[in-house]
């Protein structure tokens, strides 16, 4: 691991420790959730089942864009501390994966080994969202690659069981090999019962942001 | 490889209480409005009266029952309502956690996620019985905790 590569995993960790503060990616015991992300960067689709109220395990599928590599991998996530207040929610997560990554560009450079830890982490309430997280990707031959993302959301009204809840959400990203390092993207999230859905649009690298979530 | 697994295994030994997450769930006082009869802890009669007192006084202002349609008919046949107070519900995958785990259970009949009370309202089949401690191991599996449970005539607002 590169000494930069590190001071990212040090810096995820020491908000992770410090128990600052994303979204839920572990359920209720026996559920099952359907996450599929579209980004500047990336396209991936995530199936998780919970097998506790703190544990889950899933597995990826990611078509980084930028490197035309694609992930499939195993993906357990461990919810390791939630905070519960009568108006108030927050989550500290780890998680991680293992599988393969393949490269699909004309270099057609093979395929190798893939492992990734991240921490993501959220702070809630009817009307505020504060999210963080971030991630480090060894991929061997492949490349590594390490992002970070901070999310603010308000909320303008509060929806009862069951309504269209709406959420104005504003997120920052650092990716260190992308050109434009730093970006902002502003998106809409509507969610309904068991499924949530977002959109937004990176203005910083001008591409869209499509997020959806289902709960069965 | 190793060494992500050796940073990922020293962040997991190294977090205070992480392993016990959610292991001291239910903090029976918690929001004062517990209904007291349902603890067992040894009080003093001046303590007992002092606390029923203010849990008399919370569950007063305590919300109660959220009736829906089907609440509603399970009641008109004779169920028991009760009203479980859960803290951090915050959304509706909440929601949709609790309807799910509750759900399953024959003992109960019908079941709403109150969001803006932040409850939890069933109706338990006549001469079904949940425990205070069935409701704890059910919200701990949606991945909740419970503050108070309320039931018969306080859950209904009296």
């Not at chain 1, 097998?51 to 461990?78: A, C, K, Y």
Request: hydrophobic share 45%; with cysteine.
């Amino acid at each position: 691991m590169t000494p930069s590569a590190l001071r990212i995993c040090a810096a995820a960790l020491g908000i992770f420790l410090s128990a600052s503060v994303v979204a839920r990616p572990v359920s209720y015991t026996g559920g099952w959730t359907l996450i599929q992300t579209a980004n500047r960067a990336s396209t991936s689709g995530l199936l998780h089942y919970s097998v506790s109220h703190n544990f889950s395990v899933g597995m990826r599928h990611e078509w980084q864009r930028d490197d035309d590599v694609t992930l499939t991998v195993i993906q357990p996530t461990w919810l390791a501390k939630r905070w519960f207040g009568h108006n108030y929610q927050a989550n500290v997560y780890l998680t991680g994966g293992l599988g393969t990554a393949t490269d699909r560009s004309a270099a057609n450079l093979g395929s190798d080994t893939t492992s990734f830890i991240g921490v993501m982490t959220d702070w809630e309430t009817r009307t505020l969202f504060v999210s963080y997280e971030a991630r480090f990707l060894e991929q061997g031959k492949l490349g590594n690659h390490s992002m970070h993302a901070a999310r603010f959301g308000w909320a303008p009204y509060t929806g009862d069981t069951g309504e269209l809840h709406t959420w104005l959400m504003l997120e920052v990203d650092h990716r260190k090999h992308f050109d434009n390092k730093t970006a902002v993207t502003p998106l809409l999230r509507f969610f309904k019962g068991a499924a949530l859905f977002e959109a937004g649009y990176n203005i910083t690298d001008s591409s869209p942001v499509i997020n959806f979530t289902y709960r069965f | 490889m190793k060494k992500i697994l050796l940073i990922l295994s020293a962040a997991l030994i190294s977090v205070p209480g992480a392993a016990d997450d959610n292991a001291t769930m239910m903090p029976h006082h918690a929001g004062g409005d517990m209904a007291h009869g349902e603890m067992n802890h040894d009080h003093s009669a001046q303590h007992e009266h002092a606390i029923n007192d203010a849990n008399n006084s919370a569950m007063m202002s305590a919300p109660a029952l959220t009736k829906t349609d089907e609440i509603s008919a399970a009641l008109a046949n004779g169920g028991a309502p009760v009203v479980v107070d859960v803290l951090g519900v915050v959304c509706d995958f909440c929601a949709v956690a609790m309807n799910k785990i509750f759900g399953k259970r024959d003992e109960v009949s019908a079941l709403y996620v109150d969001l803006n009370k932040k409850t939890l309202s069933l109706v338990v089949h006549k001469g079904a019985s949940l425990s205070d401690q069935d409701i704890e191991i059910l919200a701990k599996k949606a991945g909740y905790r419970i503050a108070a449970i309320r039931r018969d005539a306080a859950a209904m607002g009296g």
